[in-house]
């Protein structure tokens, strides 16, 4: 939770699905944007193949929290008002980390999130491992 003289996430625009700040005192600390799907999303793939609704993906992008504000709740108010947004709109959140970043997959693993595949993520010409999750499906259970 963001300590007292915070504000929690709010809507910021409407660029593709929604976007949220957190902010503490009045100073940007968090980010997470609610995306449309681009053309070539691995975790769409990864759902398609699996049979799940592709449909109703929502991709979850960009999300940051400054290392001053990191322990205090940002990332997991980041990630519940992200959530929630999905399931408002009966999408499914779905997003990709890389595999080497194990506190990350802790952390979305922690809140509920589920792996559902392997991918690569492609950086100029390097190569990382990557892990497709995706979040609670709308009304709070994990089927589709």
């Not at 625009?13 to 009045?26: M, Y």
């Not at 592709?54 to 519940?80: D, H, N, Q, T, W």
């Not at 999905?86 to 999130?113: H, M, N, Q, T």
């Amino acid at each position: 939770m963001p300590k007292t003289g915070s504000s929690g996430p709010t809507p910021t625009s409407a660029r593709r699905r929604s976007q949220w700040v957190s902010r503490i005192d009045g100073h940007p600390v968090g980010h997470v944007a609610l995306t449309r799907p681009g053309d070539r999303e691995d975790a769409v793939e990864i759902m398609a193949q699996k049979g799940m609704p592709v449909e109703r993906s929502a991709v979850v992008a960009r999300l940051f929290v400054l290392p001053a504000a990191r322990g205090r709740g940002v990332g997991g108010e980041l990630m519940r008002t992200v959530a929630v947004a999905a399931s408002d709109l009966s999408l499914i959140p779905i997003l990709e980390v890389l595999a080497k970043d194990r506190a990350a997959l802790r952390l979305y693993e922690d809140r509920g999130w589920e792996p559902i595949g392997e991918t690569t993520h492609r950086h100029g010409s390097r190569s990382y491992s990557a892990v497709a999750l995706r979040g609670p499906s709308a009304g709070g259970g994990s089927e589709w």
